[in-house]
């Protein structure tokens, strides 16, 4: 018995090496593996502002916040679609989590400041990976850095980086252009911070 473990602990003393020593030289493993977080536990105040913030603007409430600005062109977000504008405004004008709303029929975004035309207006998430062994597709929604899963078949129909959009109030998403194929989002990770 004493030998059985001696001999298993060489093995792997020596695999770790290795993996040790190719890692220094550069070289990386055979496989890689994401880790996506799933846990829906609140944030509490001890995380901080930041988390609080960022929970603020990702939560699937009705509205809309900024999430973001550069030389007075504005990014909002539509808290429940996760949809993407741009607008232009007065710079300083407002600031990260300012509220707004988002008319996407009429293309203009309202604020406390007035109304402004929505420049650019996008889905909110794309496609990151593809499984055709269990018909997922991981989507990536970049303006806050979290992923999600939908089950989705045929997957031959869906390229990586295709547009998704969703609705995170009812749990639902679905290829961008293809609204009556609703899938169910499951094993959706934390904000990572804000992507805009």
């Known amino acids: 018995m004493l030998r059985k473990f001696a ?9 770790l090496l290795g993996v040790a020593a190719d890692k220094k030289k550069g070289k990386g493993g055979g496989t890689t593996t994401t880790t996506v977080a799933t846990s829906t536990a609140d944030i509490k105040a001890s995380e901080g502002s930041t988390a609080m913030a960022i929970r603020g603007i990702v939560e699937p409430v009705d509205g809309a916040v900024v999430i973001g600005f ?28 300012t509220a707004v709303k988002i008319d996407f029929s009429g293309k203009m975004v309202q604020t406390s400041a007035g109304r402004f035309e929505i420049s650019n207006a996008a889905p909110c998430c794309n496609i990151a990976a593809i499984n055709s062994g269990d018909h997922t597709i991981t989507v990536k929604e970049p303006a806050v850095g979290r992923f999600f899963v939908m089950k989705v078949e045929p997957t031959h129909d869906v390229k990586l980086g295709q547009a998704v959009e969703a609705n995170f109030k009812t749990g639902q998403a679905w290829i961008s252009g ?19």
Do not use: E, W, Y
């Not at 001999?7 to 695999?15: C, D, K, R, Y």
């Not at 550069?70 to 600031?95: E, H, L, N, Q, Y």
């Not at 899938?183 to 911070?193: D, F, M, P, T, W």
């Open 70 to 97: 550069t030389d007075g062109v504005f990014i909002a977000r539509d808290r429940v679609t996760g949809r993407i504008v741009k607008f232009t405004a007065p710079a300083g004008s407002f600031t990260v989590g």
């Open 7 to 15: 001999l298993s602990l060489l093995i792997m003393s020596v695999a």
């Open 178 to 196: 293809n609204s009556a194929l609703k899938c169910a989002i499951s094993n959706l990770s934390q904000a990572r911070g804000l992507h805009p």
